[in-house]
């Protein structure tokens, strides 16, 4: 089993930036990849972004290519999410979530069936 516990969330005003982080323990020799995924006031979840564990290619959602920034420290068994250019339509509650293979490309990343353990969430709003 692994669990995930995300955090950095918060309240914050247009424009500005939030980093999240979200820390691995347990079996975590069984992640491949981890991701973001939100939900937002009456959407659905949706995938924000991936990255493999090994060879740290990463994959994102169209609406936050050039804004946010997911990055990995293996040794600390942490993911983390640098957001920027923060928007209102960011505000949602964001979810970390590991899985046992390597996403090919972003359409596979984006499969949230695929993920096998997900953290409780973190709220992020943004203020307009």
């Known amino acids: 089993q692994v669990q995930l516990v995300e955090s950095g969330g918060g309240l914050v005003q247009a424009g500005g930036s939030l980093r999240l982080s979200c820390e691995a323990s347990?079996?975590?020799?069984?992640?491949?990849?981890m991701g973001w995924f939100r939900q937002g006031p009456g959407k659905e979840r949706e995938f924000v972004a991936a990255?493999?564990?090994?060879?740290?290619?990463?994959f994102y959602v169209n609406s936050v290519k050039g804004r946010f920034t997911i990055s990995r420290d293996n040794a600390k068994n942490t993911v983390y999410l640098q957001m920027n250019s923060l928007k209102p339509e960011d505000t949602a509650v964001y979810y970390c979530?590991?899985?046992?293979?390597?996403?090919?490309?972003?359409?596979?990343?984006?499969?949230?069936?695929?993920?096998?353990?997900w953290g409780q969430g973190t709220q992020v709003t943004v203020s307009s």
């Open positions: 979530a590991a899985r046992r293979t390597s996403p090919a490309n972003s359409a596979a990343a984006a499969v949230s069936t695929a993920y096998a353990y």
């Open positions: 347990g079996r975590t020799s069984s992640i491949y990849a």
């Open positions: 990255i493999t564990w090994s060879g740290g290619s990463t």
